[in-house]
């Protein structure tokens, strides 16, 4: 018997804060949110329909139709087409029977587009159910739906066997794999959890922390490169009794799963970074938020956290210290990349719709529940953690001086070897394609889309904060890919659907661009269109958040550095061209009026 | 010298813009001082007999007709002008897009009321000589270039006498703020 | 009372407190900065951008920062009044905006912006997209056509218990404001004449009223948007 909306709702209080959790366990219960579940949710809470409608509507896993007993997820992102996902998605929609974004009429079947969901190193991949199913092939999908339809449950649906490290744990039971091919001091298996909180907190203050983060000159690992040290001091000043530590894990950077194998394989060490941060601001409670697509996850990391509390690493006076308290609970995200932004990642946290703050004030002076948050990246945490244990001084004699450490990056694409790779910072883009094993590349996406896309004039430059900085997504194209239709047109439709539709910029320009884009795509580009693009691309730059603010980044970065492809598709002897086709504009009059033949 | 031509049109409008062309007053002697006209509903000249130098358009494209006649005045016309909302961005005729095609027609010739009861055999009319309805209504410069742009709906006469005595004899235009308009 | 803080607009000295809002610091200056989104009384929200200056070089919204000593404000240049203008147009081809037909027209506060910013075309093409009109409440008509998501309404309008009538639905472009049958079946009179108010296009329109002021005589016939400033 599926639960019921009224018991959801009373295991969080009728607490309307806790709305997240509300619709994820009423969708997960009930395979979708109704209008009575959205009512009574409402009555509860003391909302109206419109209160929870706006949050409901805006994440792409929360569904007002039932989605299907078995929901198959299959990701667009563009490792997922590169890796065969047309004849995948072919071969689910003649098996199941039904195109895409509808469920089969007996309910039993639904399939559905997804975005990147950090399975880039083991595409084509669908979420069903919650459940991971990598490296699909259209073999494989007959199967699935063969099975499907002999009434198999999800668990019995895995014939792969369970992926490497972690993935074969009980709790986890899964078939994705981690693909660790380069190991550094923050992955470094060699960590005994709990150290750093019992032998280095116990004989630091806050502020000694504080410094030593500061000396380390380690900055934010999500991809903004804020200076971590600076941004707990913040914090640690801002004036309020509450403070809160969130872990930002919702990485949906396409072409990113750094975070995803972090989680999987040193959970034990971002939640020591946690409470070590907790330890330096003042705070007594922390939220890691993990994003929708990582739900597999969730009992395990949940039994990791009680553990952690049976250990007094979390719970009342940590490790002994007297009067420091910290809790930790997760929030599951419901799919949604601008989530991804720590003040939409707050707002969501809270139960809203995951639309970004205006800065300032930032969430180091009013972030979770207005009050001071501090919201880092997964493998801040982590690196946080090694830094106290072997000191700044060691942690700065690993990259450079300007962005000192390793990074772990995600290689995915036209490669040999695509995984996860911890390097020092200061690594070249010839680094990583040699690294990764990777021949005949035409082009590299260094940051996934709100990134560049770089050329092989450009290989030789660097990967550090001053010159391509990461959050860490690396995408190699060969040169049999066709840029502008696979790459820079998928990541622009990446942005159209992710946008969160605040901003006026960009919730209207990359459709605009998008339209462009297919103009000069479908022969009927002039030149103008090209300067058009660049020149219209830079309202986006007023946008209030780094999603609208690098929206266009796809297309600019495409043209500066990929010229002659559009070169190539434009008409150059036309100057004028509206894309304006007479045939087209008259076949549905006449087909209305039945007549059959028309002259242009 | 020769004065300057111009060839004017009302493709999908309701002939307001060119009503208030001639809402300038007695200055339409000074006009016809100025300026030749060619191809016009004005003079009902029917056939471009000159090339011209300004081309004016009201409407925006609905039939296959106003597309044809929309490139001959882009043939013919040095400089062309969208006169009107309906030119400059479908106007009231583009209410229809987002509607099909079939139930438009349908509505008119069909279930409309004053239709309803009267179209016995059922007919959409479909003779071959009858011009295409397009799928939407186009702004003419989503169709051809177009080179200036005067809204109003009308626009104000002041607005089209500035217009074209400025381009006339090469001048800025000055506009005093109660001219340019939407509606 | 708090002391005035110095800061400079196009490099001319203004003087406002500390923790104004840029917009009306900016205003009690007779600096005009246009805004769609922004609504006294109200918090701001930074949803349509217009009011973007530079504050020290950086591009930031009036409505939404707050002023500090010494700030160097840019906002009548040809760089943020072209950014201004190119919103405008977005908005105009993002809905369906038909001036000739709208009761709002001459009273509208894009049109009003359209006609400062003298945008005689915009230069993106036109989406007409497919929307529908709401006319299933007592007191108002919802014309999804001319809404420009501002979120005025949302932010400005809720019920006696505090909870929202208007609100965001979807995401992204498909964004739109759903109407709470319910609350807005409930409207008193006062709430319904406040969500027409603060509509600032004509997507909220009360049902039994349209054409009142002859055209001449509308808010922005004469002078432009701003002016007041």
């Given at each position: 018997?599926?639960?019921?909306?009224?018991?959801?709702?009373?295991?969080?209080?009728?607490?309307?804060?806790r709305?997240?959790?509300?619709?994820?366990d009423?969708?997960?219960?009930?395979g979708?949110i109704?209008?009575?579940?959205i009512?009574?949710?409402?009555?509860?809470?003391?909302?109206?329909?419109?209160?929870?409608?706006?949050?409901?509507?805006?994440?792409?896993?929360?569904?007002?139709?039932p989605?299907?007993?078995?929901?198959i997820?299959?990701?667009?992102?563009?490792?997922?087409?590169?890796?065969?996902?047309?004849?995948?998605?072919?071969?689910?929609?003649?098996e199941?029977?039904?195109?895409?974004?509808?469920?089969t009429?007996?309910?039993?079947?639904?399939?559905?587009?997804?975005?990147c969901?950090?399975?880039s190193?083991?595409?084509?991949?669908?979420?069903i159910?919650?459940?991971?199913?990598p490296?699909?092939?259209?073999?494989?999908?007959k199967?699935?739906?063969?099975?499907?339809?002999?009434?198999?449950?999800?668990?019995?649906?895995?014939?792969e066997g369970?992926?490497?490290?972690?993935?074969s744990?009980?709790?986890?039971r899964?078939?994705?794999r981690?693909?660790?091919?380069?190991i550094?001091?923050?992955?470094?298996p060699?960590?005994?959890?709990?150290?750093?909180?019992?032998?280095?907190?116990?004989?630091?203050?806050?502020?000694q922390?504080?410094?030593?983060m500061?000396?380390?000159?380690?900055?934010?690992?999500?991809?903004?490169?804020?200076?971590t040290?600076?941004?707990?001091?913040?914090?640690?000043?801002?004036?309020?009794?509450?403070?809160?530590?969130?872990?930002?894990?919702?990485?949906?950077?396409p072409?990113t799963?750094?975070?995803?194998?972090?989680?999987?394989e040193?959970?034990?060490?971002?939640?020591?970074?946690?409470?070590?941060?907790?330890?330096?601001?003042?705070a007594?409670?922390g939220?890691?938020?993990v994003?929708?697509?990582?739900?597999?996850?969730?009992?395990?990391?949940?039994?990791?956290?009680a553990?952690?509390?049976?250990r007094?690493l979390?719970?009342?006076?940590?490790?002994?210290?007297?009067?420091?308290?910290?809790?930790v609970?997760?929030?599951?995200?419901?799919?949604?990349?601008v989530?991804?932004?720590?003040?939409?990642?707050?707002?969501?946290?809270?139960?809203?719709?995951?639309e970004?703050?205006?800065?300032p004030?930032?969430?180091?002076?009013?972030g979770?529940?207005g009050?001071?948050?501090?919201?880092?990246?997964?493998?801040?945490?982590?690196?946080a953690?090694?830094?106290?244990?072997h000191?700044?001084?060691w942690?700065?004699?690993f990259?450079?001086?300007?962005?000192?450490?390793?990074?772990?990056?995600?290689?995915?694409?036209?490669?040999r070897?695509?995984g996860i790779?911890?390097?020092?910072?200061?690594?070249?883009?010839?680094?990583?394609?040699?690294?990764a094993?990777?021949?005949d590349?035409m082009?590299?996406?260094?940051?996934?889309?709100?990134?560049?896309?770089?050329?092989a004039?450009?290989?030789?430059?660097?990967?550090?904060?001053?010159d391509?900085?990461?959050?860490g997504?690396?995408?190699i194209?060969n040169?049999?890919?066709?840029?502008?239709?696979?790459?820079v047109?998928?990541?622009?439709?990446f942005?159209?659907?992710?946008?969160c539709?605040?901003?006026?910029?960009c919730?209207?320009?990359?459709?605009?661009?998008?339209?462009?884009?297919?103009?000069?795509l479908?022969?009927?580009?002039?030149?103008?269109?090209?300067t058009?693009?660049?020149?219209?691309?830079?309202?986006l730059?007023?946008?209030?958040?780094g999603?609208?603010?690098?929206?266009a980044?796809?297309?600019?970065t495409?043209?500066?550095n990929?010229?002659?492809?559009?070169?190539?598709?434009?008409?150059?002897?036309?100057?004028y061209?509206?894309?304006?086709?007479?045939t087209?504009?008259?076949?549905e009059?006449?087909?209305?009026?039945?007549?059959?033949?028309?002259?242009? | 010298?020769?004065k300057?031509?111009?060839?004017?049109?009302?493709?999908?409008?309701?002939?307001?813009?060119?009503?208030?062309?001639?809402?300038?007053?007695?200055r339409?002697?000074d006009?016809?001082?100025?300026?030749?006209?060619?191809?016009?509903?004005?003079?009902?000249?029917?056939?471009?007999?000159?090339?011209?130098?300004?081309?004016?358009?009201?409407?925006?494209?609905?039939?296959?007709?106003?597309v044809?006649?929309?490139?001959?005045?882009?043939?013919?016309?040095?400089?062309?002008?969208?006169?009107?909302?309906?030119?400059?961005?479908?106007?009231?005729?583009?209410?229809?897009?987002?509607?099909?095609?079939r139930?438009?027609l349908?509505e008119?010739?069909?279930n409309?009321?004053?239709?309803?009861?009267?179209n016995?055999g059922?007919?959409?009319?479909?003779?071959?000589?009858?011009?295409?309805?397009?799928n939407?209504?186009?702004?003419?410069?989503?169709?051809?270039?177009?080179d200036?742009?005067l809204?109003?709906?009308?626009p104000?006469?002041?607005?089209l006498?500035?217009?074209?005595?400025?381009?006339?004899?090469?001048k800025?235009?000055?506009?005093?703020?109660?001219?340019?308009?939407?509606? | 009372m708090?002391?005035?803080?110095s800061f400079?607009?196009?490099?001319?000295?203004?003087?406002?407190?500390?923790?104004t809002?840029?917009?009306?610091?900016?205003?009690?200056?007779?600096?005009?900065i246009?805004?769609?989104?922004?609504?006294?009384?109200?918090?701001?929200?930074?949803?349509?951008?217009?009011?973007?200056?530079?504050?020290?070089?950086?591009?930031?919204?009036?409505?939404?920062?707050?002023?500090?000593?010494?700030?160097?404000?840019?906002?009548?240049?040809?760089?943020?009044?072209?950014l201004?203008?190119?919103?405008?147009?977005?908005?105009?081809?993002?809905?369906?905006?038909?001036?000739?037909?709208?009761e709002?027209?001459?009273?509208?506060?894009?049109?009003?912006?359209?006609?400062?910013?003298?945008?005689e075309?915009?230069?993106y093409?036109?989406?007409?997209?497919?929307?529908p009109?709401?006319?299933s409440?007592p007191?108002i008509?919802?014309?999804h056509?001319r809404?420009?998501?501002?979120?005025?309404?949302v932010?400005?309008?809720k019920?006696?218990?505090?909870?929202?009538?208007f609100?965001?639905?979807d995401?992204?472009f498909?964004?739109?404001?759903?109407?709470?049958?319910?609350?807005?079946?409930?409207l008193?009179?006062?709430?319904?004449?406040?969500?027409?108010?603060?509509?600032?296009?004509?997507?909220?329109?009360p049902?039994?009223?349209?054409?009142?002021?002859?055209?001449g005589?509308?808010m922005?016939?004469?002078k432009?948007i701003?002016?007041?400033?």
């Amino acid at each position: 018997m599926a639960e019921s909306v009224d018991s959801v709702i009373a295991r969080y209080n009728s607490d309307a804060s806790r709305l997240m959790d509300i619709l994820i366990d009423v969708q997960s219960a009930q395979g979708f949110i109704g209008d009575p579940a959205i009512a009574k949710i409402a009555e509860e809470l003391g909302l109206s329909t419109a209160d929870v409608e706006q949050t409901r509507s805006f994440y792409h896993f929360f569904s007002k139709k039932p989605t299907g007993k078995y929901a198959i997820y299959l990701n667009t992102s563009v490792n997922a087409y590169m890796m065969g996902r047309d004849a995948v998605a072919r071969t689910f929609e003649v098996e199941a029977g039904i195109p895409f974004n509808t469920v089969t009429r007996d309910g039993l079947i639904g399939l559905f587009d997804t975005s990147c969901i950090g399975m880039s190193d083991q595409e084509p991949a669908a979420i069903i159910n919650g459940k991971i199913f990598p490296n699909l092939t259209p073999f494989r999908v007959k199967e699935l739906i063969r099975d499907i339809r002999a009434g198999k449950s999800v668990e019995e649906l895995v014939v792969e066997g369970y992926g490497d490290g972690q993935n074969s744990n009980p709790d986890v039971r899964a078939v994705v794999r981690n693909n660790i091919r380069k190991i550094g001091p923050v992955l470094d298996p060699d960590y005994k959890p709990g150290e750093v909180i019992r032998k280095k907190l116990t004989e630091m203050t806050p502020q000694q922390v504080i410094d030593e983060m500061k000396r380390s000159n380690i900055r934010g690992r999500g991809g903004a490169g804020f200076p971590t040290g600076m941004k707990w001091e913040i914090c640690r000043q801002a004036e309020s009794d509450e403070k809160y530590i969130i872990c930002n894990a919702d990485e949906g950077e396409p072409g990113t799963f750094k975070d995803r194998v972090i989680l999987t394989e040193r959970p034990k060490l971002l939640l020591e970074g946690m409470v070590v941060a907790a330890y330096a601001i003042g705070a007594r409670q922390g939220i890691l938020y993990v994003r929708h697509e990582y739900e597999y996850l969730k009992t395990y990391l949940e039994k990791l956290i009680a553990g952690a509390y049976k250990r007094n690493l979390m719970g009342k006076n940590i490790a002994g210290i007297e009067g420091f308290d910290f809790d930790v609970r997760i929030q599951y995200g419901a799919g949604s990349y601008v989530c991804g932004e720590e003040s939409a990642l707050i707002e969501s946290a809270e139960g809203k719709r995951g639309e970004p703050r205006d800065k300032p004030p930032f969430p180091v002076e009013k972030g979770y529940h207005g009050q001071p948050t501090v919201v880092n990246n997964v493998e801040t945490f982590c690196s946080a953690v090694k830094v106290l244990l072997h000191g700044a001084d060691w942690y700065r004699s690993f990259g450079t001086t300007d962005s000192t450490g390793t990074k772990v990056v995600s290689i995915s694409g036209d490669c040999r070897y695509p995984g996860i790779y911890e390097v020092e910072w200061g690594f070249s883009v010839n680094d990583i394609c040699g690294m990764a094993g990777a021949e005949d590349v035409m082009a590299v996406q260094v940051g996934g889309p709100s990134g560049s896309l770089v050329g092989a004039s450009d290989f030789d430059r660097v990967l550090c904060y001053a010159d391509l900085s990461t959050g860490g997504s690396l995408i190699i194209f060969n040169h049999t890919r066709d840029l502008l239709e696979d790459v820079v047109l998928n990541f622009t439709s990446f942005f159209i659907e992710e946008s969160c539709g605040s901003c006026s910029t960009c919730r209207i320009m990359p459709v605009i661009l998008r339209d462009k884009l297919r103009k000069i795509l479908d022969a009927r580009g002039v030149k103008s269109d090209i300067t058009d693009m660049l020149e219209w691309a830079k309202v986006l730059k007023s946008s209030r958040c780094g999603l609208g603010q690098t929206a266009a980044n796809p297309i600019v970065t495409s043209i500066r550095n990929f010229r002659h492809l559009y070169d190539q598709k434009i008409r150059g002897e036309m100057r004028y061209d509206t894309g304006f086709d007479l045939t087209r504009a008259t076949q549905e009059g006449m087909a209305a009026t039945g007549r059959y033949t028309h002259a242009d | 010298m020769q004065k300057p031509v111009i060839a004017t049109a009302s493709l999908a409008g309701c002939f307001g813009c060119h009503m208030s062309l001639l809402d300038i007053d007695e200055r339409i002697l000074d006009l016809i001082e100025l300026v030749d006209f060619n191809k016009s509903p004005i003079n009902d000249i029917k056939e471009f007999t000159a090339e011209c130098d300004i081309g004016l358009i009201e409407g925006g494209c609905c039939l296959d007709e106003n597309v044809h006649v929309l490139r001959e005045f882009r043939n013919h016309c040095r400089i062309l002008i969208s006169m009107g909302e309906c030119a400059i961005m479908g106007g009231l005729p583009a209410m229809r897009n987002g509607i099909s095609v079939r139930e438009c027609l349908e509505e008119a010739y069909l279930n409309g009321p004053s239709v309803r009861n009267y179209n016995e055999g059922k007919v959409l009319p479909n003779d071959e000589e009858l011009p295409v309805l397009l799928n939407r209504v186009y702004p003419c410069h989503e169709v051809v270039k177009m080179d200036y742009f005067l809204p109003g709906c009308p626009p104000d006469a002041e607005l089209l006498w500035q217009a074209l005595t400025a381009l006339i004899h090469n001048k800025e235009m000055d506009l005093p703020y109660e001219v340019f308009k939407f509606d | 009372m708090a002391e005035l803080s110095s800061f400079t607009i196009d490099g001319l000295k203004c003087m406002a407190r500390e923790g104004t809002s840029i917009i009306d610091a900016a205003r009690q200056n007779s600096r005009y900065i246009p805004t769609l989104c922004n609504l006294e009384g109200v918090p701001p929200k930074g949803a349509c951008r217009i009011c973007s200056v530079r504050v020290n070089g950086k591009l930031m919204t009036a409505c939404t920062t707050k002023l500090s000593p010494g700030m160097e404000i840019e906002n009548d240049t040809s760089e943020l009044n072209d950014l201004r203008k190119a919103i405008i147009e977005m908005l105009f081809v993002e809905g369906n905006h038909f001036c000739p037909s709208c009761e709002k027209s001459g009273e509208c506060e894009l049109q009003a912006l359209a006609y400062r910013y003298k945008m005689e075309v915009p230069r993106y093409p036109y989406f007409f997209p497919k929307r529908p009109i709401d006319a299933s409440h007592p007191r108002i008509v919802k014309d999804h056509n001319r809404c420009i998501l501002c979120k005025r309404c949302v932010r400005a309008v809720k019920d006696e218990k505090g909870r929202s009538i208007f609100a965001f639905l979807d995401r992204g472009f498909e964004t739109r404001i759903y109407v709470d049958p319910d609350l807005a079946g409930q409207l008193t009179e006062e709430r319904a004449r406040k969500a027409v108010e603060v509509c600032p296009v004509g997507a909220i329109m009360p049902r039994d009223e349209a054409f009142k002021t002859p055209i001449g005589q509308r808010m922005y016939d004469k002078k432009p948007i701003g002016s007041d400033v």
